[in-house]
Nanobody, 124 residues
């Protein structure tokens, strides 16, 4: 199994920044990619961004391109999501998830381990 722990959420004003962290442990040798997803109240969970375990490839949903950056930490088992120019519509519970390799793009991978989530609230 893979354990994922998110941190870094909080309350921020419109235009502000936050950096989310996802620490992975356990059977990380089976991980091909880590992704960030979010779910706002009354809405379905949506893909935000993902990165391959070696950091060589990334993918973003259109609504966050140019504002969010996903990266691997120097410790190799940590993934960050730097969120700039935050908007009220970014308010959601943000989850980190891991996926094994299958021949699919990063958004369509079978994400099978999930963290508990960290709340991001952007006030207008």
């Amino acid at each position: 199994q893979v354990q994922l722990v998110e941190s870094g959420g909080g309350l921020v004003q419109t235009g502000g920044s936050l950096r989310l962290s996802c620490a992975a442990s356990g059977r990380t040798a089976s991980v091909y990619a880590l992704g960030w997803f979010r779910q706002a109240p009354g809405k379905e969970r949506e893909f935000v961004a993902a990165i391959t375990w070696n950091g060589g490839s990334t993918l973003y949903t259109d609504s966050v391109k140019g504002r969010f950056t996903i990266s691997r930490g120097n410790a190799k088992n940590t993934v960050y999501l730097q969120m700039n120019s935050l908007k009220p519509e970014d308010t959601a519970l943000y989850y980190c998830a891991s996926a094994p390799w299958v021949p699919q793009n990063l958004k369509l991978l079978p994400y099978d381990y999930w963290g508990q989530g960290t709340q991001v609230t952007v006030s207008s």
